[in-house]
């Protein structure tokens, strides 16, 4: 019989195990703090818990850890990247980025990815499975444990597309807000979509008021097609009416994501264009110059001039917008780069 995972577990799901094994109630505070909170990686670390007790739960549970196969750190120390291997050797990437105001852990949520975003290298082999909500866990619990520093934020926007993984990515958010786990509250977790229009109006029902972050990187349905597949499926007005209905709901700004591509979509007639479709839409844009990818399409960053008209041409137009601060100089900083260089042997 397969072991079931305890950090695949939601709490009510932990409590209904403790009920079926005959513990007394007051385990399950225990039980999931040592699971969710202390992150244990063994049995026996949990001291209250009488061992007899422990020696049962091993017999019919499992505290998965992934492994770290590699490890990159940026020149000034803020950016840890990590390859992780999961139980069935496949691997994944995650991020540590240190910042004034705490320690994000950017995170994966598929093994691959299916979306097809023409400049990205998560894509390049396609999706080969979805993680469990554990497994998204266990990434922030491997990364706070090798830094002996506690996660602050979580954004969900490594490998994958969360909503595509929509059940075990809301479990995730619940159980790493909860007050006995580790605490992070929604506002402070970030999920990334490239524009699920179904999957954004549920979440907006779920009652954790995350932030959005939208992958748009055009302004137009002719030039996002082009970039993004999934626009043929939900084309921007749809997209574009998720997300006011998203803000509404929730009260929370909806981040944009803006990849600035030159000679593709970088130009001040692209950034008018933008801020026409954003207007009225409570938002940030975050303009990111390309890092490219040289696995994946011809495509080259615009230059500094050219990156600050744009966003000085939205500001004019009344639309938030700031340039992301580079991290992770030095390493392979780009989702799916490092995964890509080190299983494939590339240089
Ligand atoms: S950008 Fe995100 S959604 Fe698009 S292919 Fe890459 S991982 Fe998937």
Redesign the pocket.
């Known amino acids: 019989m397969k072991k079931i995972n305890l950090r695949d577990l939601s709490k009510e799901e932990m409590k209904c195990l403790i009920e079926e094994l005959d513990m007394e109630r007051y385990r399950l505070k225990q039980l999931w703090q040592w699971v969710m909170q202390k992150g244990v990686s063994d049995f026996s670390e949990m001291t209250n818990i009488p061992k007899s007790t422990r020696e049962f739960l091993r017999d019919v549970s499992q505290l998965n850890s992934l492994k770290i196969l590699d490890k990159q750190v940026s020149n000034d120390e803020n950016t840890v990247k990590y390859l992780f291997e999961l139980y069935d050797k496949t691997a994944i990437e995650s991020v540590l980025m240190r910042h004034s105001y705490g320690r994000t852990a950017c995170i994966s949520t598929q093994v691959g ?5 023409r ?2 290298a ?2 390049l082999e396609g999706v080969v499975r979805n993680l469990s909500c554990g497994e998204m866990y266990e990434q922030v619990l491997t990364i706070q444990k090798d830094i002996g520093e506690k996660v602050t934020h979580v954004v969900l ?5 969360p909503l595509v993984n929509y059940k075990s990515t809301v479990k995730f958010i619940r159980n790493i807000a909860d007050k006995d786990a580790l605490n992070i509250s929604y506002r402070r977790i970030t999920v ?3 524009g699920l229009v179904p999957e954004i109006k549920k979440l907006a029902d779920e009652n954790i008021p995350v932030t959005l972050a939208v ?1 748009l990187h055009a302004a137009s349905d002719e030039k996002r097609n082009k970039l ?1 597949p ?1 626009n043929r499926k939900y084309p921007l007005a749809e997209l574009m009416q998720a997300c006011r209905e998203y803000a509404l709901k929730t009260k929370r700004r909806i981040t944009f994501e803006y990849l600035l591509v030159k000679n593709v979509n970088d130009s001040i007639n692209d950034a008018i264009k933008l801020a026409k479709l954003l207007k009225g839409i409570l938002c940030h844009v975050n303009l990111i110059p390309l890092n490219p990818v040289k696995e994946n399409a011809n495509f080259d960053r615009p230059n500094i001039e050219r990156i600050k008209a744009f966003k000085n041409t939205l500001i004019k137009h009344s639309i938030n917008a700031t340039i992301r601060k580079e991290m992770g100089i030095g390493i392979d900083a780009a ?2 780069q490092l995964k890509f260089k080190k299983l494939k042997g590339r240089s």
């Open positions: 990815c299916r979306m097809g975003c400049f990205c998560s894509t926007m490594g490998s994958g597309e990334s979509t490239c992958s993004m999934i989702c799916g």
